[in-house]
């Protein structure tokens, strides 16, 4: 065979990408034929070879962290693409933990008996052929990797072009261990788009014949991109614009908590805070209480007019820098220590800005009035809603399903943390002894 | 308000378009608040205006077909085309049907209590706003509508423009039915797109900040455009490519009946078998039994080179007509009095057949052996699998579900038939008393 660089050189963009995508659907048989032992086994072999080659790993990264350098990416951007001896531990222990936890294929999810004596079974399937679009950090390739192939799907992973090198190497190892430890792992089962050509995308997601789902894992620029263009389902969230609202019935200490924590615990993150919305009729006593909780971690408060004036109107100086909220702010994921603040009639009012604002993600109400939480409850469609509870428990990690490969605001398919069971389809198999239709 | 063709006539087709689909998302609030009584009392409010107006409802219809004369549809087209008396009143029993069933909404999929105390539960929401796109035959307007109502979704219609008349009668009935039972009704719950501008339906599912899912029901043709064009996500089949592997070790009788009822039962339908594989030590007997069977219903077979020559060796002239099949024939769906035959020589080769030309609906195989038995109902990876019993049997009434609105091939989403459950998502409620992220 000539070398990969050669073979690739004579083909055109479409071939490139139809063949990978053949060869992902190729592996999907045998993939989905694998018991939870081969798979584990496979995974430990990988958590291995990543540890084993940490040198190998270093080398890699350091000709992507040069490009990096070169093209200009900012200090934070070159801390997310590197990967140092904790980083690459990281991985293996991910892909360990994944061993561990249980095979979501097979699982009987539902059983009837029909009166003909037909037996159902709706039997937890693999999905099939998986892309992965993210950007910068390369150990998302061992994670997806590692997450889509216990789940028995095949994964086709396009991550950054500043993280080529890294990122095959990854899975070059994570295939390499994985076959010399199970020999029916099919080699094709974990692929890496070998070219930095935006255009691959575009191409590669055309391709329904072969792929069944594309998870774009980035920021909003990205995912629209590739939602735009996508002929296979694309699983997503856009951005984590979350609210929470602080009813006139809430207990003001547990307000201040999940406030606190909800904004300030990890604010750059998709469930993290961004509007906090606040009853009229508490709105004098809370904002000014709210303001000096946040100051000493210097948040900048973007209020409306009502808002704005409670809190210039403080008796002590505004603890917090308070600026006017523009409409658009109210639309923004700040990802940063800002919070939009306002002033509402009622829990309806709550509802209907996070229906126009929100982003369908993660929201919270704070009341000791079972009847309001439950019209917010009702009224507010997202993935998650909370009664009491901070808005950063949206994560798989915390709702139990072990590792996660993301958050869905989407309605068809899965909604919420993606974990292990949530990378599965379902067949129906009907058990008959000759049954016939009248 | 001036007459709606002006109204609509002032304002362009994306104006027309997004205005239809932003009233649904409204619509929807309200249509997600309602008790399972409350829609109940509208269904039947429903039903009864259409039965009452069934004069009218066959003057809009007798104007349809005029209209569909001079398009000059074939004589199969138009009496699909048709309301009657007996249709009419099929539609009503439809929604009455589908009011007896369990509502949808509400259901605890899931629940648990985590360490800290929070409890999630997973609950059944509606979709949202959803678009049904079909061909012919008006009562799907009833049919699509009142499942989607049940469900707590807002339905936009486009039938073919050859039923524009019917099917925006039947919609008008039915919303003016409900207003009047329910005053909560929101009137914008069904719509039927009124223009059968063929431009509507790209602009339709460009509209993704309001429409939540389209569900195209018709040809491979209609069904691939769709696909093409939408934004949104789509769930489908597009045609119905079913397979019947009669295995060495299958009883003959058994397997006789089998495939008798999965060609002829119906065979215009897209769970009926297009291709029957014989195992190879078999064929030899098999394939002319089935070729006698068939003969009574005029089966032309359309046979692969080693099935040929076994019938065309058959001491007695072949009953059914034998022609050689081509590639193509293993791809289409006859719909027809048609059955591609190919023989096979194992398991293993059945299942990779059906890999390559088959569509992933619904599969079947005979045998009493449940090792191979196994084998087929894991690699084959179709909606639904059944072992000893007809493909016929992939519908929603056949599994329980009630009424149906289509069949899914998808992966992501519903699979198999789609009844009242299918046609809900969900969303997570967290219930806490003041926990926060450590």
């Not at 045998?30 to 032992?37: V, W, Y």
């Not at 192939?149 to 095959?168: M, Q, V, Y």
């Amino acid at each position: 065979m000539p070398p990969l660089a050669l073979y690739w050189g004579r083909m055109s963009l479409t071939e490139q990408m139809t063949q990978l995508a053949r060869q992902a659907k190729e592996a999907c048989r045998t993939l989905a034929r694998l018991t939870p032992a081969e798979k584990n086994t496979a995974l430990g072999a990988m958590a291995a070879a990543l540890e084993r080659q940490a040198g190998a790993l270093k080398s890699a990264n350091a000709r992507d962290l040069e490009t990096g350098a070169e093209m200009g990416l900012s200090a934070a951007m070159l801390d997310r693409l590197k990967l140092d001896e904790t980083r690459i531990a990281g991985m293996a222990r991910g892909l360990r933990e994944v061993a561990a936890l249980p095979d979501p294929v097979g699982r009987v999810l539902e059983e009837r008996t029909r009166p003909n004596g037909l037996r159902l079974r709706k039997v937890s399937t693999p999905i099939g052929v998986i892309v992965i679009i993210y950007e910068s950090r390369p150990n998302v390739t061992a994670d997806a990797a590692g997450l889509c192939f216990k789940s028995g799907n095949a994964t086709i992973l396009r991550g950054g072009k500043e993280a080529l090198h890294s990122n095959r190497l990854i899975a070059q190892l994570m295939v390499e261990a994985a076959g010399e430890a199970l020999p029916a792992f099919p080699p094709h089962a974990i692929q890496v788009v070998p070219t930095a050509d935006r255009q691959a995308i575009p191409e590669l997601l055309a391709l329904t014949a072969y792929i069944d789902l594309c998870m774009p894992r980035g920021g909003e620029g990205l995912i629209r991109a590739v939602a735009q263009c996508s002929k296979v389902p694309v699983i997503k969230h856009y951005k984590g614009v979350c609210h929470v609202f602080v009813d006139r019935n809430a207990d003001p200490e547990m307000a201040e908590r999940i406030v606190l924590n909800a904004k300030c615990q990890r604010p750059g993150v998709c469930n993290a805070m961004e509007t906090l919305l606040v009853d009229r009729p508490i709105a004098p006593q809370f904002l000014p209480r709210i303001a000096r909780l946040l100051a000493p971690h210097h948040v900048e408060l973007r209020a409306d007019s009502a808002a704005a004036a409670i809190l210039r109107a403080d008796a002590a100086a505004p603890p917090c820098r308070v600026k006017d909220a523009t409409d658009a702010d109210f639309f923004t994921e700040h990802n940063d220590y800002i919070l939009n603040v306002r002033v509402v009639d009622d829990v309806q009012q709550a509802a209907q800005h996070i229906a126009h604002y929100g982003s369908a993600h993660s929201d919270a109400i704070v009341t000791a009035n079972p009847d309001t939480a439950r019209t917010f409850l009702q009224d507010v469609d997202s993935a998650a809603v909370y009664w009491n509870a901070s808005t950063r428990f949206t994560d798989g990690g915390q709702f139990g399903m072990g590792a996660e490969i993301g958050i869905s605001t989407d309605k068809v398919g899965v909604r919420g943390p993606m974990g292990l069971e949530e990378l599965t389809s379902y067949k129906w198999i009907g058990l008959g002894d000759g049954q016939v239709r009248a």
